[in-house]
């Protein structure tokens, strides 16, 4: 029977990497950390709210990284899709980057999409009503085609409009069963599909995979400033947290007319958009694809909108964007 929020293999919430999501105050100035084996114990400590529960929370490291990590070995890379800001269109360009490559019948794409709140991948693939199955191997991913396969919480509820209501220690469970339980085989890519922001399901991701290599980031970003100042927030949590930048791609870049092919600027960048955000914080730009509303139409009905429109502008910046991609791991 396919597993459901209701009645699935019972999930560790109370691992090591989630003793920060329990603390009662912000952690002080000068803070051992939560997860060291001073935590509770140094001078910092004393007068902190959450003395106690660093004292008993278990110390060291994570044992189920090694694990995710053996279970992961003949996943060549993972890549993170990342955008700060919601409404970029992050998990439609995740969706379109995954039938980029998998347009080559010789790899194998997996994409693991971790908004748990927000899971709309599955919708976008074309899978929405397919259930997850299990083995005596684990989880198996649902498959779009034959070398495209994907997982998300989405297969596992009930109902297709409920809401997953859940705080960070669950969240964190489940991206771990993701990451070790699902039999995603050997894959060339997979691709991680994240919610907006820099919080705990990135921190999550970032720590599980820390062992078996992130291969790097790619940011989505629109051209307004509005959306660049997150992006900004996006890459200084890359540099901190030690995960490559691929590049950034700029979503939503004008607007070309399907029928006279004259491009206007919906949404004119005030600040000079991704491209000169690439050049002030050094990292490469991987390109601007245009508004086109087949996109939206393509995501509605489950459809690859490469596939659909092979010859539109955005289709061919995509492409663009997919051998960068490539060129940015191969290098």
Not at 215 to 236: C, F, H, N, Y
Not at 241 to 247: C, R
Not at 295 to 317: N, Q, W
């Amino acid at each position: 029977m396919a597993p459901t929020l209701e009645d699935r293999p019972e999930l560790d919430f109370d691992t090591q990497t989630n003793v920060a999501s329990k603390l009662v105050a912000p952690e002080p100035e000068h803070c051992p950390g939560p997860d060291s084996q001073l935590a509770g114990q140094g001078d910092a400590c004393a007068g902190c709210p959450n003395q106690s529960i660093c004292a008993s929370a278990p110390k060291g490291p994570d044992p189920d990284i090694s694990i995710i990590t053996a279970h992961l070995s003949a996943v060549k890379h993972k890549i993170l899709v990342l955008s700060g800001k919601g409404g970029v269109g992050k998990s439609t360009f995740t969706s379109m980057l995954a039938h980029g490559f998998a347009a080559n019948p010789d790899l194998t794409i997996g994409v693991m999409d971790t908004d748990i709140c927000g899971p709309s991948m599955p919708k976008m693939m074309g899978v929405e009503s397919e259930k997850i199955h299990v083995s005596a191997a684990g989880w198996s991913p649902v498959w779009v085609t034959d070398n495209l396969g994907i997982m998300s919480v989405q297969f596992m509820l009930p109902n297709r409009d409920d809401a997953v209501i859940w705080r960070g220690p669950k969240k964190n469970g489940l991206i771990k069963q993701f990451l070790k339980d699902v039999e995603w085989g050997e894959m060339d890519f997979l691709l991680v599909d994240t919610p907006p922001g820099t919080s705990d399901e990135h921190l999550s991701v970032n720590s599980f995979l820390k062992e078996s290599g992130v291969a790097g980031a790619l940011l989505v970003t629109t051209p307004q400033e509005v959306s660049l100042l997150d992006v900004r927030k996006e890459i200084d949590f890359c540099r901190k947290a030690n995960i490559p930048i691929i590049g950034l791609a700029e979503n939503m870049s004008g607007f070309v007319c399907p029928n006279c092919k004259t491009e206007s600027q919906i949404f004119p960048p005030s600040t000079g958009g991704a491209k000169q955000l690439a050049v002030d914080t050094g990292i490469p730009f991987l390109g601007a694809v245009p508004l086109d509303p087949r996109i939206g139409m393509a995501a509605d009905y489950g459809e690859s909108f490469l596939d659909a429109f092979p010859d539109s502008p955005a289709c061919k910046s995509l492409n663009d964007i997919v051998q960068k991609v490539k060129d940015f791991i191969d290098r």
